[in-house]
């Protein structure tokens, strides 16, 4: 059987490259030795993709942003090795305000998940189904997205965050726990995650022990951030943890609370 594919002749194309039959490759396009792209995918200049990623069908890579601020101007959409862009995702190349959307390595992006423009994604993060980005957001390394989470513009998330299927994320949720509810909240430590990836049990319980004067002390992030300072500001984690607080840009997710908990099931 013929392959019928489009492929740019200016598109710079790895070793061991397959291109599956009706995907559209334009100009300006670089992909890594080894990448697999299934059938009926759209690559549109811009993109920079890495080694042996897989990218399955429908997907639609480094479109122009769906921002209204667009005027044309050259931007590119970086993603790099060995991730997974299931059925139909669409990634979005950048705007004048950052030049590039990047997505770091080893991620999977299941069916129907939007990045939008001028986003950064480290490495090793899930983004469950339907979970969609808007515009300027930041997602540390080994974030789980739960299905059809929703993310507002600027908003920021710390690395090893797991959120629920569902949530309405408008405000900043630091590195290292669940969040879920709405408005979005803090709902513990992700001790799971920390686990599998190797975190000794006196690091987590040091980050049960930071969030509890953050989120559940009735502190302000101010006065909690002074606390966990004196008390984990030697600590990898506690460094970690001082380091966000110290660079929200939409302000903090809320603590936990019982009552806004019982009075959303009402």
Not at 156 to 178: E, N, R
């Amino acid at each position: 059987m013929s392959v019928l594919y489009d492929l740019n002749p200016n598109a710079k194309i790895g070793k061991d490259v397959t291109i599956s039959s009706f995907t559209t490759i334009y100009e300006d396009v670089e992909i890594g030795d080894g990448t697999w792209i299934g059938p009926n995918v759209t690559i549109f200049p811009g993109a920079r993709i890495g080694k042996d990623c897989k990218i399955f069908p429908g997907a639609v890579i480094s479109a122009v942003p769906q921002d209204l601020k667009f005027n044309g101007e050259y931007t590119t959409c970086e993603i790099g090795d060995r991730n997974v862009i299931r059925e139909c995702c669409t990634i979005n190349r950048g705007t004048s305000a950052s030049g590039k959307t990047v997505i770091g390595n080893d991620n999977l992006l299941m069916a129907y998940v939007h990045v939008a423009h001028d986003c950064v994604v480290g490495d090793h993060c899930v983004f469950a189904n339907n979970a969609t980005l808007a515009g300027h957001i930041i997602v540390g390394d080994w974030t789980v997205l739960g299905g059809k989470t929703a993310i507002l513009q600027f908003v920021h998330i710390g690395s090893h965050v797991i959120t629920s299927g569902g949530s309405l994320v408008d405000k900043d949720i630091p590195p290292y726990v669940k969040a879920a509810r709405y408005p979005i909240q803090y709902v513990g430590v992700n001790t799971i995650g920390l686990q599998r990836r190797g975190f000794s049990s006196e690091a987590i319980n040091n980050i049960k022990d930071m969030y509890r004067y953050i989120f559940q002390k009735d502190l302000l992030v101010a006065q909690a951030a002074e606390v966990v300072k004196e008390l984990y500001g030697s600590t990898d984690e506690g460094k970690v943890v001082l380091s966000f607080l110290g660079n929200t840009s939409t302000g903090l997710m809320r603590g936990y609370s019982r009552k806004s908990s019982s009075s959303n099931n009402d």
